[in-house]
């Protein structure tokens, strides 16, 4: 059983019982991290049970490839039922740093909590032994201040995931914390506490056994040569506003076992040497002084904005949303300071950001409002200020960040997901970026439109799938990205590195589409032909939970409705949307819209590619017989 650890550590909360649940039970049908966690949601968590009940699971599930060795496996799925979901609903989310990896060397390939503890707990894992310890202490404290006294009682390498005071209020948004900055959205911080559960805390010295060492090390050293991609380290809403300038990347943030480049740096903000330290992606964007009129703002607020939301463990892609609700309200007088007691003529400096953070944390006046998220927000104030949420507001997450209406497969992408924005429309956006910089300038990027069109067949199934004027191959494209994606989720590897789909230094500059599989092989001895039905199955379980708790179909696999309807004007990020058309060559998609006809042409050839019935998209039952489901 080369790869896994064998066994599953299950919590009932509500007797304080810790007993073992066998992997061998699920890893043949689906491998780990997503899969089995989706399997167990599936058995265990039915439709009428709420996101707070004791009944709702919390599933933390790593897969065969963590803390094996192999390079950019580092993640973990945690999944359960989301309050932020709306309504409430089945949903999952990714955490990397190093605390995936440390359950797995202490022994466990995941932990399954259940019921509710009388009085505030945590989890103290010691490899082999597990411990339910009174968390009186930490109750009551921010995420960053729960993570050093766990590491003052049990060492400095102990490593942990907590969340702060929004998810002991049940701030819907709540995140989970962990070590090395992880987060987890989907409130699921909220879950945790709802359990009365506020901490584990996780030692472990050993490791999964590999069927061929010799093999992995000789892949090791092959990703770490092709692995050479176009920099994340500027992110995109700072560059869009023209503040790139601000960031000077110093150092990269590595996962356990990893030496891969990604999206996770050390930086220097200003210049300052005392404003540096480890930031990434989305969270060290959303709150920016400048678009909102505050140029003269200390660049320490945008330094700190993240940590601020950390400490309280509040949901930055909700906080995002949220800030440019607020500020238009004002700006239009549908909301004023006397109605919601937060300074909304400074919205973009210190101040208003630590009072907006506090009263959602604690549920303070218009806290309490916001602190149900913004979806449920819609149903609490006026018609004034309903008419400025924006397309992109969502339940978890953000739409519209990568446009079904310039990126014709994200059509098929974003209706399928919990959760917005999925990690499966990274793929086709992460590949467009040296195309892009080809376009701009030959010489700084060697992905012309012939090698874009490569990738695509590569990738993607087809040259068909490059072009963004025809639907023509989106429906394979959209197949093709979800298999792999959720392939990835359940084996432990990163979004940020998988898959390679170009390489700057590789001969040809085509990534590896086989690669995945080639180290599955290495870790567990099991043929990587295997793994098609692994996708597939793991696929239609998310499936089949979507349907039990009341997704329609197949009204609810349409994208939102101003995709066929409202021209594309700029993105969430702004600018026109530049994309491949016919041979891979530049075409501008801003005014696109959706065709109905064409989109459900595409979705019936979809459906048939999944197996399912073409007129319901429900799975067909030899569809599922096929996969031992």
């Known amino acids: 059983m080369h790869g896994w650890m064998g066994k599953i550590l299950h919590i009932d909360l509500s007797s304080s019982k810790i007993s073992e649940i066998p992997t061998q039970l699920y890893f043949k049908k689906y491998l780990g991290g997503r899969g089995l966690a989706s399997r167990l949601y599936w058995e265990r968590v039915t439709p009428e049970v709420k996101a707070f009940d004791p009944g709702n699971r919390l599933i933390f599930m790593t ?18 039922k989301s309050p932020m979901a709306y309504p409430e609903g089945y949903c999952y989310g990714s955490m990397g740093g190093h605390f995936p990896a440390e359950l797995k060397r202490a022994g466990w390939d995941g932990i399954v909590i259940d019921g509710r503890a009388s009085s505030p707990v945590y989890l103290l894992i010691n490899n082999s032994q597990t411990e339910l310890q ?10 960053y201040k729960v993570g050093k006294m766990l590491q ?18 049940l701030v819907r948004t709540a995140v989970l914390f962990g070590s090395q900055l992880a987060t987890v959205t989907a409130g699921f911080g909220a879950v945790m506490a709802s359990k009365n559960f506020k901490a584990i805390a996780i030692r472990g010295t050993g490791s999964p056994t590999v069927a061929d060492p010799a093999r992995l090390k000789e ?75 505050h140029e003269d703002e200390p660049i320490k607020t945008v330094f700190d904005a993240p940590t601020l939301a950390n400490e309280y463990s509040i949901d930055t892609f909700e906080l995002q949303s949220m800030v440019d609700w607020l500020y238009a309200c004002y700006q239009s007088g549908a909301l004023t300071e006397a109605e919601t007691g937060l300074p909304l003529s400074k919205i973009g400096t210190r101040e ?66 919990n959760r917005m924005h999925p990690i499966t429309v990274h793929e ?37 799938a490059a072009d963004q004027t025809t639907y023509e191959g989106k429906a394979i494209a959209a197949r093709n990205i979800q298999n792999r994606t959720y392939l990835r989720d359940s084996l ?82 702004g600018g026109k949307f530049i994309m491949p058309g016919p041979g891979a060559r530049p075409v501008d998609m801003t005014g696109n819209v959706l065709d109905r006809a064409k989109f459900m042409e595409m979705l019936k050839e979809y459906y048939q590619l999944r197996g399912w019935d073409k007129k319901t998209g429900l799975p067909k039952k030899k569809t599922l017989a096929s996969l031992g489901m």
């Open 63 to 80: 897969g065969p490839l963590l803390a094996a060795g192999a390079q950019g496996a580092a993640r973990m799925c945690v999944s359960g």
């Open 134 to 143: 009174d968390a009186s202490t930490l109750w009551g404290k921010g995420a």
């Open 152 to 169: 003052q009682a049990h060492g400095d390498k102990v490593r942990f995931v907590t969340t702060g005071i929004a998810g002991e209020n």
């Open 219 to 293: 892949l090791n050293r092959y990703i770490l040569q092709i692995k050479n991609t176009v920099s994340l380290a500027i992110t995109p809403r700072l560059g869009m506003t023209n503040h790139g300038h601000i960031l000077e990347a110093i150092g990269q943030r590595h996962c356990c076992q990893c030496g891969l480049t990604c999206s996770k740096y050390i930086y220097r903000f200003g210049n300052d040497p005392k404003l540096q330290d480890l930031r990434g992606c989305q969270a060290m964007e959303y709150y920016l002084p400048w678009t909102f009129g």
């Open 352 to 417: 208003f950001l630590e009072k907006l953070l506090r009263s959602i944390a604690h549920r303070q006046g218009f806290g309490d409002i916001l602190a149900e998220g913004m979806m449920r927000v819609y149903d609490k104030v006026s018609d004034k200020a309903r008419a400025k949420f924006t397309h992109n507001i969502a339940p978890i997450g953000s739409h519209d960040g990568v446009p079904p209406r310039a990126f014709l497969a994200h059509a098929l992408l974003y209706p399928f997901e």
């Open 428 to 464: 086709m956006t992460y590949a467009r970026m040296p195309w892009t910089q080809h376009q701009a300038d030959p010489k700084s990027s060697p992905i012309t439109p012939e090698i874009f069109l490569k990738i695509a067949r590569a990738f993607w199934g087809s040259e068909a």
């Open 492 to 573: 432990g590897l990163c979004d940020y590195v998988w898959p390679i789909t170009y390489s700057l230094t590789k001969l040809g500059y085509v990534g590896d589409a086989d690669l995945e599989g080639k180290i599955f092989t290495a870790v567990t001895g099991i043929p990587a032909e295997e793994l098609v039905p692994y996708a597939e199955r793991i696929f239609n379980m998310q499936r089949l939970i979507s349907v039990r708790e009341g997704h329609r179909v197949p009204e609810d696999d349409f994208p939102p409705e101003f995709n066929f309807t409202e021209p594309l004007v700029f993105g969430i990020h």
